[in-house]
């Protein structure tokens, strides 16, 4: 027997891309907008459409679909009225200044036209980002151990980490661009430097806040410093380890941007202050929804990995 309540929520996608559409078709744009050569807006719309109706007819046979449409349908519906209210003060009336609210079709020229640009700029952020999230992860593990396990170099060192830590890694930018010889490098340690002390802070506030009984227990049976470290204190500060690693990634897009538009050839940052400096503002948001995507998608993957690996801790903490 079909729930009709749960059919109809199953229906809001459709009826949301169907509205977008029909908004978009019915309704001319404004005359000050620039003129676009191709329907690159109607043709995703045409194109979501179809996926929303098979997702619909998937729905009726498939349990966890129609769970998940069910749930997402009312609020797919509400988006896609923010969408047609975006459309209707932008392209179709013009309501907020034209040259720094292009219209979707002007926005999705960028992705199309402009591909291959896009696309080296999308693999140099990704390089320079790789780079600068392992050795900050790398090094940030370290000192946290270091900090968390031995009580003598908390001593010496954690004074001067509380001193330099909490400077915006970004406010060192002008001393790096002088100090390392390519932009390059200089950029790789702005975000190494941006991850470190989230992860440090994390690791050694996990391990000093593990049970001493653990220790007690493992130094009873034998255990020597390496044991204790990396099969008592690491797994025990796992989830911790995990949080600094996910506050440094977001650090990490902060840097990358700011980095980027100081002396980078490529990169989504560069693209974005390029597209700003030459007033092609169709350029900033098509930047601005690449850096979305690009940070959903390694946030996505990194909460994939910290499920398989504390999966003791499955629900507490959602993406």
């Not at 109809?8 to 309704?27: E, H, N, S, W, Y």
């Not at 009336?93 to 080296?120: D, H, M």
Request: hydrophobic letters at 55%; a positive charge; aromatic letters at 16%.
């Amino acid at each position: 027997m079909l729930n009709l309540k749960s059919v109809i929520k199953r229906l809001f996608p459709v009826l949301g891309v169907l509205l977008t559409f029909l908004v978009q078709v019915a309704l001319p744009d404004s005359s000050l907008h620039p003129a676009s050569k191709h329907h690159y807006y109607e043709g995703l719309l045409l194109i979501l459409l179809g996926i929303a109706l098979v997702f619909f007819v998937l729905s009726l046979f498939i349990k966890k679909i129609r769970e998940g449409l069910t749930e997402k349908g009312p609020f797919l519906l509400g988006a896609a009225g923010l969408v047609i209210a975006i459309n209707l003060a932008t392209a179709k009336f013009a309501l907020l200044p034209v040259i720094f609210f292009p219209s979707y079709n002007n926005i999705l020229a960028i992705f199309i036209e402009q591909t291959a640009l896009l696309g080296k700029c999308v693999w140099y952020s990704f390089r320079l980002l790789l780079l600068g999230v392992f050795w900050g992860v790398t090094t940030g593990f370290a000192t946290g151990v270091c900090l968390g396990f031995s009580k003598k170099v908390y001593y010496w060192i954690n004074p001067y980490i509380k001193l330099i830590g909490p400077i915006p890694a970004t406010a060192w930018i002008p001393l790096v661009l002088t100090t390392f010889p390519t932009p390059f490098g200089a950029s790789v340690f702005i975000i190494a430097l941006a991850v470190w002390f989230p992860v440090q802070l994390m690791t050694s506030s996990g391990i000093q806040n593990t049970s001493k009984v653990y220790f007690e227990v493992g130094k009873t049976l034998g255990a020597g410093t390496f044991f204790q470290v990396f099969k008592i204190a690491v797994p025990a500060a796992l989830p911790n380890i995990f949080q600094g690693v996910f506050n440094g990634i977001c650090a990490a897009f902060i840097a990358l941007m700011t980095a980027e538009m100081f002396g980078a050839k490529y990169g989504i940052g560069w693209y974005i202050s390029y597209q700003k400096a030459m007033m092609m503002y169709a350029g900033v948001y098509a930047g601005l929804i690449l850096i979305a995507l690009f940070c959903t998608v390694i946030i996505t993957a990194l909460f994939k990995v910290r499920k398989r690996v504390l999966g003791w801790q499955k629900g507490l903490i959602k993406w």
